[in-house]
């Protein structure tokens, strides 16, 4: 049985968005596609929109894709040192 919020079932395939607290409080409650976030707002008559990003920007490697970069370098210089 789905989860009913005004007349919305939450079960069937709603997209990601704000609406109405599913618990009755006075705010709206952001639902990712699956399931309740923990995002709040105040009621608003906006369009439904997803939040804001609020992740930063990746800037440079990773340590895996360090690894990599070291690997894929030292396989360059077995493959050229054993095929001369």
Do not use: H
Not at 37 to 61: C, D, F, H, M, Y
């Amino acid at each position: 049985m789905g989860l009913f919020v005004g007349r919305i079932n939450m079960d069937v395939n709603v997209p990601s968005g704000w609406y109405q607290d599913p618990d009755g409080f006075d705010c709206d409650r952001f639902w990712d596609g699956t399931s309740w976030t923990e995002q709040t707002r105040p009621r608003s008559i906006l369009l439904n929109r997803a939040p804001p990003n609020t992740k930063a920007p990746k800037v440079g490697l990773d340590s895996n894709e360090k690894a990599l970069l070291v690997g894929i370098g030292i396989l360059i210089i077995l493959v050229a040192l054993f095929s001369v």
